[in-house]
């Protein structure tokens, strides 16, 4: 038979029920709630930010490779001017030199 002593030292071991609704509580305040989880992205909010992410990105590059093709462009012609303009410095320097005209310093 079951004494009062008993009881007393199987309540010290054992959970009550006022020991388990405490810690319902205490487990419920760890896990969020469906509404706390909105405020995260979804799977689909994510792909739609790659998404438009990977396109501004193709844009970009786009831009920066017609920027570079315009220079690479410019400096074929200045190059391609180079020559001429040593030649007609060269021309100037002889001209100069014969007529004995001075140089103009820059």
């Given at each position: 038979?079951?004494?009062?002593?008993?009881?007393?030292?199987?309540?010290?071991?054992?959970?009550?029920?006022?020991?388990?609704?405490?810690?319902?509580?205490?487990?419920?305040?760890?896990?969020?709630?469906?509404?706390?989880?909105?405020?995260?992205?979804?799977?689909?909010?994510?792909?739609?930010?790659?998404?438009?992410?990977?396109?501004a990105i193709i844009n970009f590059k786009d831009e920066i490779?017609?920027?570079?093709?315009?220079?690479?462009?410019?400096?074929?012609?200045?190059?391609?001017?180079?020559?001429?303009?040593?030649?007609?410095?060269?021309?100037v320097e002889r001209l100069e030199k014969h007529t004995k005209?001075?140089?103009?310093?820059?």
């Amino acid at each position: 038979m079951i004494t009062d002593t008993d009881i007393k030292k199987l309540e010290k071991k054992f959970a009550t029920k006022d020991d388990l609704k405490a810690m319902e509580a205490r487990q419920d305040a760890k896990f969020a709630t469906k509404d706390d989880l909105k405020a995260f992205a979804t799977e689909e909010s994510l792909k739609k930010t790659q998404k438009s992410m990977e396109d501004a990105i193709i844009n970009f590059k786009d831009e920066i490779l017609h920027e570079i093709k315009g220079l690479r462009e410019e400096i074929s012609i200045v190059m391609g001017y180079k020559d001429q303009i040593e030649d007609i410095d060269y021309r100037v320097e002889r001209l100069e030199k014969h007529t004995k005209i001075p140089p103009l310093t820059a």
